[in-house]
C-alpha cells in the first residue's frame, strides 16, 4: 500500500489516526506506527479507508468586529460536538502560531460546547484583517471566517512643499498618509516665521495666529500675511480618533516686500531751543521691507483745539536721510507751536504719517513792532491809535499787551505809558490837550518783555472851534458816550462801557460822516457776559437731548432754571427800556428755538417746565425797545432775526393746542402786554368759533384792540370725526415793525410803505386736519386801524401774510389773500390757508417835508421873538412906572412874576430846544429846564385865577402882603414835584425822537429837547395844564356868579369905586 499523499486537515490523537484530504475528499488513513504517539505495533504500515464521506461540524466565531488600536480584543470559535475537537487560527491563510502577539487557547467543557479563544492583547492597524477558525474530529470538520477592523489615527502628511507667495498669500501643497480606517475630517496647519520662529497654528477662520487658510483638499492659501517675512509650514490630518503627528517642516519662503500699512510710533517732540526742535519716534513695526528713509511733516499751529491734522496747507516736507530715529528741525519760529507727523519709507514705498499728537511749542522771545501804526484825532482832547498785530512769525511768543508811548514833541519830558488789552487793534488816548503835535509810538509785550518799538507817528490834536466835528454827546438808545470826533472817523469803544444793566464783552463803534453827523451806533459785536454762560449751559442740554426721546426730569428742570435766568435778565431790560443787543437777541432766539423744538418733538410741555416763563421771555423781546436790535440783527444774521422768532411763536403755540388732551384741559390762554396765545379743543361740529372763544373770561387781556376772527370748522377735514380739534391763535404786537420790510420774491416794500403796528395774527389747526377745499375761504380776519398821526393820509389797506420758504426766512405776500375795504374803522382779510397775518398801509404823503419844516421854524421863531418883546417891554413898565406900588399891590406882582417866567421859557426854547440836542447830555438839561418854566408860567396863571376870586369874591384882605409869599411858593414852588419826578423816573425819555433814515429805517434820534410821547412823558407837562385851566375855570364860574348877585346889590356902588374897578380889570387880563 503507498502513500497516496494528500494534506493533513486533522488529529486524534486518541484513536492515532491522521485525516488527510484527498482529491477534495476526506480520506482515513493510519499513520504510520513510528508517527503515532505511543504506538508498539507494526511501523510503516498504513491503514487506508479510501472514499469514505465525513459530516461538517457546525463552526462559529463570536466577537467585535472593530477595535480601536491599541485595545485589546478576543475571537471565540465555538464547536457543539460530543467528539474531541481539534482547533487552529488562521490570520490570511497563515496558521497564527507562526505571527508573534497573537495566540489562542482550547477549552474543553463536560458538555457538548467546546470553545477555543484567540485573545490579541495590543492591536495595531496591521491586525486587521480576515480570522478563520478551523476544527475537526473523528464526525467531521467544519470552519468560520471574521473581518476584524482596526481603528487608528492618521499617519502625518508628507511632502508639505509652498508651491507659491505673493506680498500677502503664500501657498502649500502635501501628500495625505494612512487616514486610520476613518474619514479625514481637517487639518491643522502651523506656521513659524522670522519674526517668530516657534511654530504655531493657524486658525481656519483667521481668529488665532498672524495668517488665515482657505482649503481646498490638500492644497492651501495662507493670507494676511506680514510682507517681507521668511515663513515655513507643518501639517497634521485629523480623523474622528484625532491628528496625526506633525508633518516635517516644508521649505521656507520670503513673501515679498510692501508699502508700510504702520506708522511709526511714540512720536515725541522735544523742544531745543527757540527756533530748534528735537523729535523722536520708533520703527514702524513691521516695515514691510528694508527701511530706507523717514519724511517729516510739520506745520505751525495756533489753536490746537481747532486744528485738523489732514489740512495740508503751510506744511513743511523734509526726508532725514538716513533710518535713524531721530532727527532736528532748525530756523522754526519762536512760541509758535509746531505739529508733527512722521512716514517711513522702504524699497517699495511711503507708509502713512502718524496721527497721534505730536506737538511742541518753540521758546518766547521778543515781539517786532506791530504793523500800520496809524494815529488820528477823533477830538480835540483825544487821540485813537491803530495797529494790526505783528505777523506771526514775528510774535515769538503769546502777545499778553500792548504799550503805547505817547509825549509832545516840543517836550521830550512829558511822556507817558500806556497798557492796551492783547486782543485790541485799537486805542483812544483821552486827557490830551486841544491842538498840540504828539508823538506816538507802539511796542507789543510777550512773557519775556517788551518788544521793538514802532516807528514814531506824530498827529496833532483837533481845534475845538471847528465846526465840522460831531459834537461829544451821549448817544440817547444805548447810552454810550461818544467824544468829539472828526469827520469820517469810525470810533471804536468797549461795550461795558456804556453802563449796561450787564457786564459785556466786545466793541462797540460808530461813526462821524462828512458832514459831522454822527451815525448809527454798531453794536452787532457786544455780548452780555450772563446770556453767554445761559448759551452755553443751553447748547450742553440741547447737544446731549436724543431726537424723539422724551425729555427726562432732570433735563426739564435745567432749562427751567435757565429760562427763568432769561425771563429775569429780559424783563430788567424791558422795565429799564433798555435795548437787548443783536448778539444777545440771537442768543435768546436760538434758545427759544431750541425750547420749542423739543415742545413740539421731544414733549417738554407735558414735564414739570413752565411754559408761561418762555412766552414771558418772547413778550419782553417784543417790547418796542427791541426794535433797533432786531433791525441790526435780521440785517447782519438773516437766519436768526425777527423772522425766526415769529417761527418759534407758532412753534410754541402749537406745542401748547397739542399738549391741552394731555394736560386734561380744553382751553389755555398765555397772555402778557405784547402777545396773546389761546389755545382751545374746539368741537368739530360747531359750524364756526367766535373771536370770544380763543380768550377765557377769567384772563386779563392787555390788547386794546383784538382782531376779530372767524374760523368755519366745517372746513376742515380729518379721519377721526367727533374728536376735538385743537387750535391755537397767537396776537404779537411789535412784530410787524421788527420784520424785514421785504416781499417774499426779494424785492424790497416801497418807501412809502410801512407797517402801522397792527397786530401781527398767527392761526393754527393741527396737522391731522387739512382744508376742505383751496377755493373757500378758511378764515376771516378783521383787523382795527387807527391813525396816530392825523397828518397821514392813507391810499388803502393790503392784507398780507409772512410766507416762509426754503433759502431764506421769507417775506410778506398776499397769495391766497383778498382784502376789503375799511369799515367801521376795520380791515377785513380773508384767507384760504392759515399762517400769520397783519395789514400793510400804504402811506400816501409823509408828516412834513424839509420845507415845510422850515417854514414853521421860522414861523415860530418870528412868534417868539414877538412875544419876547411883548414881555420885554410889560417887565420894564411894571419895574420902572409902577416900582412904587410893584410890591403893594399884588396884582402888578402876580402879572411880573407870570412874565418874567414866560420870557425865561421862551428864552431857553429859542436858544437851545435845537443847538442843545447834540448832547445827550445838555439836552436833557433844557428839556427838564423848559419843563419846570412852562409849568411855572401855568402855575401863575393859577395865581391870576386865584387873585380874581379874591378880587371879586372875598373883596376885603386882598392886598396884604402875605398873599405875596403865597403866590410866589404857588407860581414857582407847584412845578417842582412834577418836574423832579419826571426828570428821576423817565429820564431817557426827555427827547422828541425820529427815525433818520440812514443806515437803518429804525434807528432813532433826537429832533428836539422836549418831553417824549413815549411811556406817557409828555402828560407830566399836559396834566398839570389840564387841571390849572379847571381849576380856573372853576373861580371864573365863581367870579361871574359873586358880580351875577351884585349887580343889583347894595355893594354896586363899593364895586364902583376906581380902585375896585382897577382890581376887577387886572383880574381879567390876568385870567385871559
Given at each position: ?959 396884604d402882603r402875605k398873599w405875596i409869599y403865597i403866590y410866589s411858593a404857588l407860581g414857582w414852588g407847584l412845578p417842582l414835584p412834577a418836574v423832579i419826578v419826571t426828570a428821576a423816573a423817565r429820564y431817557d425819555n426827555i427827547h422828541i425822537r425820529e427815525s433818520l433814515n440812514k443806515e437803518s429805517p429804525l434807528y432813532h434820534e433826537i429832533r428836539a429837547c422836549w418831553l417824549s410821547s413815549e411811556n406817557g412823558v409828555i402828560f407830566a407837562f399836559v396834566g398839570p395844564i389840564i387841571a390849572i385851566m379847571i381849576v380856573n375855570t372853576v373861580f371864573l364860574c365863581m367870579a361871574m356868579v359873586s358880580l351875577w348877585k351884585n349887580k343889583f346889590g347894595k355893594s354896586m356902588s363899593a364895586m364902583s369905586s376906581p380902585e375896585s374897578k382897577t382890581n376887577l380889570k387886572a383880574g381879567w387880563y390876568g385870567f385871559v
Amino acid at each position: 500500500m503507498t502513500d497516496t499523499g494528500g494534506v493533513l486537515v486533522g488529529y486524534n490523537a486518541g484513536d492515532n489516526i491522521r485525516y488527510l484530504e484527498v482529491n477534495g475528499s476526506l480520506t482515513e488513513r493510519i499513520a504510520f506506527i513510528d508517527e503515532i504517539p505511543g504506538n508498539t505495533g507494526e511501523i510503516g504500515k498504513w491503514i487506508f479507508r479510501l472514499n469514505q464521506e465525513f459530516v461538517n461540524i457546525d463552526v462559529s466565531i463570536s466577537g467585535n468586529d472593530i477595535v480601536i488600536s491599541p485595545e485589546s480584543f478576543q475571537y471565540t470559535c465555538i464547536v457543539n460536538s460530543s467528539s474531541a475537537v481539534v482547533f487552529s487560527w488562521y490570520f490570511e491563510g497563515i496558521e497564527v502560531s507562526q505571527l508573534s502577539g497573537i495566540f489562542y487557547t482550547v477549552i474543553t467543557t463536560e458538555s457538548t460546547i467546546q470553545e477555543s479563544v484567540l485573545t490579541i492583547n495590543e492591536t495595531k492597524p496591521s491586525f486587521g484583517g480576515t480570522y478563520e477558525c478551523r476544527a475537526h474530529n473523528t464526525l467531521g470538520i467544519g470552519n468560520d471566517a471574521r473581518i476584524l477592523t482596526v481603528l487608528d489615527k492618521p499617519d502625518p502628511p508628507e511632502n508639505v512643499t509652498i508651491t507659491g507667495s505673493t506680498d500677502r498669500d503664500q501657498f502649500i501643497t502635501w501628500d495625505n498618509g494612512f487616514n486610520g480606517n476613518l474619514e479625514i475630517i481637517g487639518y491643522d496647519i502651523y506656521i513659524n516665521s522670522s519674526r517668530n520662529p516657534d511654530l504655531s497654528p493657524i486658525d481656519l477662520a483667521g481668529v488665532k495666529g498672524e495668517a488665515a487658510v482657505t482649503l481646498n483638499g490638500t492644497t492651501a492659501v495662507i493670507s494676511n500675511l506680514i510682507p517681507f517675512v521668511e515663513y515655513s509650514y507643518a501639517v497634521t490630518i485629523c480623523n474622528l480618533l484625532g491628528c496625526s503627528k506633525m508633518s516635517d517642516i516644508s521649505n521656507s519662503v520670503w513673501t515679498d516686500p510692501a508699502i508700510p500699512d504702520q506708522e511709526p510710533t511714540n512720536c515725541i517732540a522735544t523742544v531745543m531751543s527757540p527756533t530748534t526742535i528735537e523729535v523722536t519716534w520708533k520703527a514702524p513695526d513691521p516695515p514691510n521691507g528694508i527701511l530706507r528713509d523717514y519724511r517729516i511733516v510739520f506745520k505751525p499751529i495756533t489753536a490746537v483745539a481747532d486744528y485738523n491734522p489732514m489740512d495740508f496747507e503751510g506744511i513743511t516736507n523734509m526726508t532725514t536721510g538716513n533710518t535713524t530715529t531721530k532727527y532736528s528741525i532748525t530756523g522754526l519760529q519762536e512760541a509758535v507751536r509746531y505739529d508733527f507727523m512722521i512716514s517711513a519709507i522702504n524699497q517699495v514705498g511711503e507708509g502713512p504719517l502718524t496721527t497721534t499728537d505730536c506737538s511742541a511749542e518753540t521758546d518766547e522771545s521778543y515781539p517786532k513792532a506791530p504793523m500800520n501804526v496809524s494815529v488820528y484825532s477823533p477830538g480835540p482832547t483825544s487821540l485813537m491809535a491803530t495797529w494790526d498785530h505783528p505777523l506771526p512769525q514775528d510774535r515769538n511768543g503769546i502777545i499778553t499787551d500792548y504799550l503805547i508811548s505817547i509825549k509832545i514833541t516840543d517836550d521830550s519830558e512829558d511822556m507817558f505809558l500806556i497798557n492796551s488789552n492783547s486782543n485790541e487793534t485799537s486805542y483812544t488816548i483821552k486827557g490830551l490837550r486841544e491842538s498840540t503835535e504828539y508823538i506816538v509810538s507802539i511796542a507789543a509785550v510777550t512773557s519775556v518783555g517788551i518788544g521793538v518799538e514802532s516807528n514814531d507817528v506824530i498827529h496833532k490834536t483837533l481845534n475845538d472851534n471847528i465846526d465840522v466835528n460831531c459834537p461829544s454827546e451821549e448817544d440817547a438808545l444805548w447810552g454810550f458816550q461818544w467824544e468829539q470826533t472828526a469827520p469820517n472817523v469810525t470810533v471804536i469803544e468797549k461795550c461795558d462801557e456804556n453802563g449796561q444793566l450787564y457786564s459785556s464783552s466786545g466793541i462797540v463803534t460808530r461813526k462821524c460822516n462828512s458832514e459831522g453827523v454822527w451815525l448809527m451806533v454798531n453794536t452787532s459785536q457786544c455780548q452780555s457776559s450772563s446770556l453767554a454762560d445761559v448759551e452755553e449751559e443751553a447748547n450742553e442740554i440741547f447737544t446731549n437731548q436724543n431726537s424723539g426721546e422724551p425729555v427726562s426730569k432732570t433735563v426739564a428742570e435745567k432749562l427751567n432754571n435757565l429760562t427763568v435766568t432769561l425771563q429775569m435778565i429780559t424783563d430788567l431790560q424791558s422795565e429799564e427800556n433798555k435795548p437787548i443787543f443783536p448778539r444777545d437777541l440771537e442768543a435768546i432766539n436760538t434758545f427759544i428755538a431750541m425750547t420749542s423744538s423739543l415742545a413740539e418733538d421731544n414733549g417738554l410741555f407735558n414735564t414739570s417746565y413752565n411754559e408761561e416763563t418762555l412766552v414771558e421771555i418772547v413778550n419782553n423781546v417784543l417790547d418796542t425797545s427791541q426794535e433797533v436790535g432786531w433791525s441790526m440783527l435780521t440785517e447782519t444774521n438773516s437766519t436768526m432775526g425777527s423772522p425766526e422768532l415769529l417761527q418759534n411763536i407758532e412753534r410754541i403755540s402749537s406745542a401748547l393746542s397739542n399738549n391741552l388732551q394731555a394736560a386734561g384741559v380744553s382751553e389755555k390762554v398765555i397772555a402778557f402786554s405784547n402777545i396773546i396765545l389761546s389755545s382751545m379743543l374746539v368741537d368739530s361740529t360747531n359750524s364756526q368759533i367766535s373771536p370770544d372763544d380763543f380768550v377765557a373770561e377769567n384772563s386779563s387781556i392787555p390788547f386794546e384792540d383784538i382782531p376779530e376772527i372767524e374760523l368755519p370748522l366745517t372746513k376742515l377735514v380729518s379721519g377721526d370725526a367727533g374728536i376735538p380739534i385743537p387750535i391755537s391763535l397767537s396776537l404779537m404786537k411789535n412784530l410787524d415793525m421788527f420784520l424785514p420790510r421785504r416781499f417774499q420774491n426779494g424785492s424790497m416794500l416801497p418807501t412809502a410803505q410801512t407797517v402801522p403796528g397792527t397786530i401781527v395774527t398767527s392761526v393754527q389747526v393741527a396737522s391731522a386736519y387739512t382744508v376742505d377745499s383751496d377755493d373757500e375761504k378758511l378764515v376771516t380776519i378783521n383787523f382795527p386801524i387807527t391813525e396816530d398821526n392825523k397828518n397821514v393820509e392813507l391810499s388803502g389797506h393790503t392784507c398780507a401774510f409772512w410766507k416762509f420758504d426754503d433759502n431764506s426766512l421769507g417775506g410778506w405776500s398776499t397769495i391766497g389773500l383778498s382784502t376789503q375795504k375799511e369799515k367801521n374803522g376795520m380791515v377785513t382779510c380773508s384767507s384760504t390757508h392759515l399762517t400769520s397775518f397783519t395789514v400793510l398801509v400804504n402811506v400816501a404823503g409823509v408828516k412834513n417835508s424839509k420845507d415845510v419844516a422850515l417854514a414853521f421854524s421860522i414861523l415860530s421863531y418870528i412868534g417868539c421873538a414877538i412875544s419876547m418883546i411883548a414881555l420885554i417891554l410889560t417887565i420894564l413898565f411894571l419895574v420902572i412906572c409902577q416900582r412904587k406900588v410893584l410890591i403893594s399891590k399884588v396884582n402888578n406882582f402876580v402879572l411880573l412874576n407870570l412874565s418874567i417866567a414866560l420870557l425865561l421859557g421862551l428864552t431857553v426854547f429859542c436858544a437851545g430846544i435845537q443847538t442843545a440836542k447834540s448832547s445827550y447830555g445838555g439836552c436833557t438839561f433844557v428839556g427838564v429846564l423848559l419843563h419846570y418854566l412852562f409849568l411855572a408860567a401855568f402855575s401863575w396863571m393859577l395865581c391870576e385865577g386865584v387873585l380874581i376870586y379874591n378880587l371879586l369874591v372875598k373883596v376885603f384882605g386882598v392886598n396884604d402882603r402875605k398873599w405875596i409869599y403865597i403866590y410866589s411858593a404857588l407860581g414857582w414852588g407847584l412845578p417842582l414835584p412834577a418836574v423832579i419826578v419826571t426828570a428821576a423816573a423817565r429820564y431817557d425819555n426827555i427827547h422828541i425822537r425820529e427815525s433818520l433814515n440812514k443806515e437803518s429805517p429804525l434807528y432813532h434820534e433826537i429832533r428836539a429837547c422836549w418831553l417824549s410821547s413815549e411811556n406817557g412823558v409828555i402828560f407830566a407837562f399836559v396834566g398839570p395844564i389840564i387841571a390849572i385851566m379847571i381849576v380856573n375855570t372853576v373861580f371864573l364860574c365863581m367870579a361871574m356868579v359873586s358880580l351875577w348877585k351884585n349887580k343889583f346889590g347894595k355893594s354896586m356902588s363899593a364895586m364902583s369905586s376906581p380902585e375896585s374897578k382897577t382890581n376887577l380889570k387886572a383880574g381879567w387880563y390876568g385870567f385871559v
